[in-house]
């Protein structure tokens, strides 16, 4: 399968992008910033913004001879530093745009399968949300990133796409410390609402992209929400 990929520099997307070649599949990535990401066999680097349409319609076109059959978003929202206090970067509504013109470029091409990378508590998963999660994320600018991941789980909904949303618990991200592992695991998934979320849930970005790219390749959950877990 050939892939339009979203959010490819970020620390769930390259793991997505090795998933995706490590299984032989071949792949387009939408950057931001020229050199983000490097081309290797398999991917393709194309330079713009989620937010241009024809950005988008250039990364569709950018291997003659391979048109995308879905796509995979894992684009997030960008604050000045790692602090969850620390000001939002990212202009308001990057992610909810970012999907819409996305879907909206997919269907005039005839593209209907996307995958998405969101987060638990968005949507009708904050109500089985942990409280102690809930008055983090709302005493935290986090809640700007959750209000945009709303913004995403409305407005999909009004696509005629075969979308997924994939609601992430705590991301475990990357230790450079330790030895990476080369067998991620497979991750517990929950129903829409995150029916049994735990205060103590997390998941890896590794064990994150891996479910993405198989929701994506085995056609999992379609119109439809998942929370996932490690």
């Given amino acids: 399968m050939h892939f339009l990929l ?9 793991h997505v992008v090795s998933e995706l070649v490590s299984q032989g599949h071949t792949a387009v990535a939408l950057v931001r910033t020229s050199g983000s990401l490097t081309p290797r066999p398999g991917l393709t680097v194309v330079t713009g913004s989620p937010l241009s349409k024809s950005d988008i319609k250039s990364a569709l076109s950018a291997e003659p001879s391979l048109t995308p059959s879905q796509a995979i978003v894992t684009l997030n929202t960008v604050r000045k530093t790692e602090s969850p206090f ?33 987060t638990a508590g968005a949507g009708d998963s904050w109500a089985a949300l942990p409280w ?9 600018n986090i809640k700007y990133a959750l209000e945009d991941h709303n913004l995403v789980d409305k407005e ?12 992430a618990s705590r ?23 995150g029916s ?5 849930d997390s998941v890896s970005v590794a064990s994150a992209a891996r479910f993405l790219v198989k929701a994506a390749v085995e056609g999992l959950f379609i119109k439809s929400a998942v ?3 490690d």
Wanted: aromatic letters at 4%.
């Fill in 86 to 118: 620390a000001p939002p970067l990212s202009p308001p509504r990057l992610l909810a745009d970012s999907c819409a013109n996305v879907c909206e470029v997919l269907e005039q091409a005839g593209i209907h399968r996307i995958v998405v990378m969101s």
């Fill in 196 to 200: 049994g979320m735990r205060m103590s």
């Fill in 171 to 193: 991301l475990e991200f990357d230790d450079p410390k330790k030895e990476k592992s080369t067998d991620p695991k497979e991750v517990q998934t929950l129903d829409a609402k």
């Fill in 6 to 14: 979203l959010g490819a520099t970020g620390r769930t997307g390259k």
């Fill in 156 to 167: 999909i909904r009004l696509t005629k796409m075969d979308w997924t949303l994939v609601r």
């Fill in 227 to 229: 929370v996932i877990r």
């Fill in 132 to 140: 102690l999660s809930k008055a983090f994320m709302g005493w935290t």
